[in-house]
């Protein structure tokens, strides 16, 4: 693999109807070996394609820096955050159990926790390999077999982490790939041998998955967009509060759903606050994705690189001030100059009412915004439609608490930002979606409990 900004990389056919049925059915026969083994056995395939992918660490990084664009820095990140999904939900699959109820006379119940059949997820282009690990990871240690599509932006990952699985020893058929665009999502989730769909990625799209899947009363999970609240008190630790910022607006060059966008800064340390932000911000190394000192690499592709210009055009005109970046970035190397590349923005003189501030931009662009009280900013926090994270930085671990129990958001941070260690549940309120990723909390998401009442006596019948 070499960088190819701008350049075809490789072409993948679409999988029509035809395929996507073909990897469906592969699915459902994987299911019924997969499904009758024990969470030990289960356990054992996983941990041993955890092995492979730590193992390969170093090629399947460089493999998703050219799939995206995002720094080898960052992928390295994103492929560990990836086996440890698996590691997790591998020392899960041994435990996962119902429990025995005791009913009057001698009678019981219990409950079984079963998987649910072929799961379908679709997954978003910034993280492709690592959403595809946090779905799979919970579906499989529950006895599911998944039919995943990526996005088509970022196709070849995933096939990686396929050929893993096969390598472990999974059932053949029992992780399938199909690739496309709308067209292939909409097969997997009309077709009836689907069970679930876990999907990743805009509001509109989640919407019409939404509706699909209830014309087959299926389950659903929605990982949406967001438009977070990053609030920033006087008292929180400056250099820290900075660092979070840049966390929370400048990951995977700003194209992160949960990312911090909207900064409030309380008034008072404002200037302050800003002069740092603004210095820093103008450091971060651009360029290059697969050099070491890069860690702001390009955009997906041209349409999303002149979306986000489009929005700081209106951002200006709206009576919002360029602090610094915004512009389109050419580096030396003329190997590069194609690269959808631009330098991170950090706007000033923003209001709650501005185009930048309602609506995900999707790019590295920060948002400040001054207040003055607590219950001003929570207030002004939760007047959107998102609601999929929030952070707070702040000395006084009281306020810390009773801010983010407050915030109408499913992920919050007290200072610090971005961190989605495999152990937490992650997703959203409102129209940022439902469901939990992650967690022990995504095994409800991937089973379902069957109730088992057993009668020691004769049948009480009132005939």
């Avoid at 008292?235 to 966390?247: Q, R, Y």
């Avoid at 450091?283 to 050099?291: C, E, S």
Wanted: proline residues 5%; hydrophobic residues 40%; charged residues 20%.
């Amino acid at each position: 693999f070499k960088t190819c900004p701008g350049r075809v990389l490789c072409k993948v056919p679409c999988s029509g109807e035809k395929e996507v049925d073909l990897a469906v059915q592969s699915a459902k026969a994987a299911f019924k070996i997969w499904s009758q083994m024990s969470g030990m056995e289960r356990c054992r395939v996983m941990l041993e394609a955890a092995r492979i992918i730590r193992e390969q660490r170093e090629e399947i990084a460089t493999m998703e820096t050219i799939n995206n664009g995002k720094s080898i820095f960052e992928a390295r990140v994103d492929i560990d955050i990836s086996w440890q999904c698996l590691e997790y939900y591998a020392g899960l699959a041994g435990s996962l159990a119902g429990e025995h109820i005791q009913l009057p006379g001698g009678s019981f119940g219990y409950t079984r926790r079963e998987p649910l059949g072929v799961c379908v997820g679709i997954g978003a282009w910034n993280y492709p390999f690592q959403i595809a690990c946090w779905k799979s990871g919970p579906a499989l240690a529950c006895g599911n077999a998944m039919v995943f599509k990526p996005s088509p932006f970022t196709p070849i990952s995933v096939v990686r982490l396929a050929e893993i699985f096969t390598e472990a020893g999974v059932p053949k058929g029992l992780f399938n790939v199909v690739q496309g665009g709308a067209a292939t999502g909409q097969f997997l989730c009309q077709h009836p041998d689907v069970a679930k769909i876990s999907f990743t990625g805009s509001v509109p799209t989640g919407m019409k998955i939404m509706e699909m899947a209830a014309k087959g009363i299926k389950p659903v999970t929605l990982e949406l967009g967001g438009k977070s609240p990053l609030i920033i008190f006087s008292d929180a630790d400056l250099e820290n509060a900075v660092s979070g910022a840049l966390m929370a607006n400048f990951l995977t060059q700003g194209e992160v759903c949960c990312n911090g966008t909207r900064v409030f800064v309380e008034r008072k340390i404002l200037d302050t606050f800003t002069k740092e932000v603004v210095k820093r911000t103008q450091k971060i190394k651009i360029g290059d994705p697969l050099l070491e000192d890069t860690r702001m690499g390009a955009l997906i592709n041209r349409p999303h690189l002149n979306r986000v210009q489009g929005f700081i055009k209106q951002a200006k005109e709206q009576g919002a001030e360029v602090l610094c970046g915004g512009d389109l970035y050419v580096p030396d190397d003329p190997k590069l100059k194609n690269g959808y590349y631009m330098r991170p923005c950090v706007l000033g003189n923003c209001k709650d009412d501005m185009t930048c501030v309602k609506e995900e931009i999707f790019g590295p662009v920060m948002a400040i915004l001054p207040f003055d009280t607590e219950e001003e900013v929570v207030e002004r926090a939760n007047a959107t439609k998102f609601g999929l994270a929030g952070g707070v930085f702040t000395r006084d671990i009281q306020k810390a608490h009773r801010v983010v129990a407050a915030l109408k958001a499913g992920m919050c941070f007290i200072n610090n930002y971005n961190v989605s260690p495999v152990e937490l549940p992650f997703g959203g309120y409102k129209f940022s979606g439902f469901g939990r990723e992650n967690g022990r909390a995504a095994i409800e998401y991937y089973s379902q409990l069957k109730t088992v009442c057993v009668e020691m006596g004769d049948v009480e019948s009132v005939f």
